[in-house]
């Protein structure tokens, strides 16, 4: 999916889309007030919840519904993402 096509799905699903670029690191444990929707761009990002981590590299897509814990660790060149907010 392109990022023009990813953009016009998800606003046509009610999501605001803003890009969102994260350079190397990590982010605790935490949660979002609303629910996410979000391809990858660029470089990579591991989302843990609960005890499963998964790697998501561009072109991937993860979903996180709201109030879900988990902890973001961004690649060596960071991450750069589309995120689809709604809620």
């Known amino acids: 999916m392109t990022p023009e096509e990813f953009t016009e799905q998800l606003s046509s699903q009610g999501y ?5 670029r994260r350079g190397p690191g990590s ?5 979002h007030p609303f ?10 990002i591991a989302i843990t ?17 709201a109030g879900v814990p988990h902890a973001e660790r961004y690649g060596p060149a960071g ?3 589309l995120a689809g907010r709604k809620g």
């Open 35 to 44: 629910e996410a929707k979000a391809l990858i761009v660029a470089g990579e």
């Open 49 to 65: 919840t609960g005890d499963t981590e998964r790697l998501y590299r561009v072109g991937d897509i993860f979903h996180l519904l």
């Open 16 to 20: 605001e889309v803003v890009p969102v």
């Open 79 to 81: 991450v750069e993402y």
């Open 27 to 31: 982010l605790d444990v935490h949660t």
